[in-house]
């Protein structure tokens, strides 16, 4: 079975391309995954959902990069571009993604990704050589498909609680490192996360594997508010854009931004934490 590769591609014949991975949307939740399995729900509705892409104005605010607007419509549903209805998908999406990024001839690549989008955006930059950068916004490491119920767990795992298992410790083994192993040229990594975040420790957790397992350079960017997962975003979306647009440059924030406390953590400013 091959993986889905469906999405928007934004061209601006440019040699640059930025992928953005969806999060998700607010009215998706265990009783629309419980609408989906009892067959009140069809697939053309979902599917229409999914081509709301996340961060657009992005694009709209750059001309000079193409874009690539990344669906994650898997398991009837979502997938977290990691598993359809009981199966992995990373590792044939990461193969799909590199040959889209031959194909086209892109010199340059970045990924962008907030909460599960942020998983795709990680996963893509273990297994494509071509990717310079990743930012990632609160990802959700956690796999937290909890909130999808038992509908959820029938649409995203086949009812395989072994399956289960492995998909929501898998940031935790080796198994997707194989690749990243092999690679000469590293991607640069940059984390925005928050002290309220349920993945904050998860993502310390793998930002440090990265730098010390890996010699990979990682970065953490922290704001020390009372924030929790999804507000972190919402709530500073002119910081989002602005980051977002800057992901191509070596310190893709201004001096008076974060502050750094260590080579690879950087706390918010109140200039930043009142950028909304």
Not at 34 to 43: A, F
Request: hydrophobic residues 35%.
């Amino acid at each position: 079975m091959t993986v889905a590769f469906n999405g928007k591609h934004i061209q601006n014949q440019s040699d640059t391309l930025v992928v953005i991975f969806q999060g998700v949307f607010t009215k998706t939740n265990e009783a629309y995954a419980t609408r989906i399995v009892n067959g009140q729900m069809p697939d053309e509705n979902v599917k229409n959902l999914h081509s709301y892409y996340h961060f657009m104005k992005v694009s709209m605010r750059n001309e000079t990069r193409d874009y690539l607007y990344l669906e994650d419509y898997y398991s009837k549903l979502y997938g977290w571009y990691l598993f359809d209805n009981g199966r992995f998908i990373y590792e044939e999406l990461s193969a799909q993604l590199n040959e889209f990024i031959e194909k086209h001839g892109y010199k340059h690549v970045y990924l962008v990704g907030s909460s599960k989008g942020g998983v795709g955006a990680i996963l893509m930059a273990l297994h494509c050589p071509s990717v310079e950068q990743v930012y990632t916004m609160v990802p959700d490491l956690r796999i937290s498909t909890d909130g999808f119920g038992e509908s959820g767990r029938r649409l995203f795992f086949n009812q395989d609680a072994a399956f289960e298992k492995q998909v929501k410790t898998i940031f935790e083994g080796e198994e997707i490192f194989k690749a990243f192993k092999k690679q000469e040229k590293k991607a640069r990594f940059f984390f925005f996360t928050g002290v309220r975040d349920y993945g904050f420790r998860p993502v310390t957790t793998f930002h440090n594997k990265l730098i010390n397992d890996f010699q990979a350079e990682s970065h953490l960017l922290i704001l020390p508010t009372p924030e929790p997962h999804s507000p972190l975003i919402k709530n500073h979306s002119n910081l989002m854009n602005h980051l977002i647009q800057n992901i191509d440059k070596d310190v893709p924030w201004e001096a008076d931004e974060f502050t750094s406390v260590s080579k690879h953590a950087h706390i918010a400013t109140y200039k930043t934490i009142g950028m909304k």
